[in-house]
């Protein structure tokens, strides 16, 4: 029990409320329970009211997100693995949907509103010691959140080198996870989002999108605190975590969840000439926050572009079926982080540990046999900056309309993970002799680390999970 906080919906569950996560207070088990009305206007024009508790699934993209992120999802349960219809996290939603009809140059328009008036909730990331806890997020958040409660060893801290340095032990209340800032509900914590849809005559659809709401994902913050609470300085003195005021730099965070704004659009066409077709999407966003080891605060906010171009395109394999096509869908996702800082120390890379500019490309190859009972498939993945890839064969067979079984399993391979490292900056420190670097009294971060805890953001989902090769097999029934 060590360790445990409510980081959002998990990290603090028992072994029965992690067997059934779904029957919680907030219902989970009710995917979708909403009441709808349509009510007519002039002419074609209509509005369409929705309330309840949804899913509303904005975006054409597959496995990673741009658009698509009104629901929070559930990673816990098999990572990036799972399609996002079962994995994303129902909330309570209000939708308006003002339908125009068509024009003299479109075949159809609609604006919508959404409003998630629900209490907030972020992405679920695994808690510590389950299987699936994607980036190693909830061992992480667990670690830290003990050393705060009960103290900790932290090893290769005092007198950091690059050949090794001394364990430094601290108390209750000295580094580690201090508290976490979940969001209460309140009218400015909702999160509020606009849609312009459209079909043009030559049959290309269309969104533009613009979207405010609070970060799925987690921003870890330095934090100050009493000088009292300083094994090294000690007194009243106060001083910064991250920073180097008093030559201390002592890990100690405050979990939050930032406001963030989105603007994007998303295209879809066909491509007669190549049998295909084809997916666009993009979103800008300003507000998200990295880790920065290059700051005192060891964060910073960036403004991120992402994009995906994808395809889709059915094709005869004579081997596999005469009768029915196989499906081959192809994505690539790119994301561009402005403002980017990295720049190499003396001892590794310092700043940023998340790619400037990263791509991942996926491809899927799904058959459709005995009158499509049973769906054999393969997914691709592969994350080019992290130089880590994954590969999913998974077979779906149903014996009725109502039951689905699916058995399948992810396993990656790649390059080495030196390619991961990064500073995690316990050797920027200049108060000898617990926290003295072998570069002296210096004030700059030397890039002294490895993969933990920041080379996760390098090595992506699919290289954290570097070594766990998995298999695993799901029933739906459908009633």
Known sequence: SRGCRDFGGYGDKKKSELAMPEFNDRLDFIREAYVTKTIGMDGSESTFLKIGKQQVVWGRTDLFRVLDVINPVDYSRNNIYDELQDIRIPMWIAQAE??????ETMQDRNLSVVWNFDRFRPNNLGQGGTPNSILDAGNFFRAMANCWDNGCTVGNFGVAGPMGGLATNFGPGQIGINKVNLPNWSLSNTQLGVKYEGVTQDGLSFSLNALTYRSQLPSLRGMRTAGSNNPFTGGNTQFLTGSLMNGAYIPLFEMVYPRVNLVGGSMDFQV???GAAMRLEGAYTSGEEFANTARPELYSKNNVWRSVIGFDRPTFVPFISTERTVL???????????????YRGPWGMVGMPDWKDNVIGTLLMKAFLMNDRLSPEIIFARDFRAQANVMAPALEWSPTNNLKFKFGANIKFGSEQTNWQWSSAHAANALAPFTATALGTTLVDSGLGGMEPLGRFRAGPIGTAFGQNEIFAM?????
């Open 272 to 274: 007669e000439s190549l």
């Open 475 to 479: 029933m739906r029934y459908k009633f």
């Open 328 to 342: 081959f869908s192809g994505q690539l996702f790119y994301q561009h982080i402005f403002n980017h800082e990295a």
């Open 98 to 103: 003002y339908r125009m009809g068509s024009s």
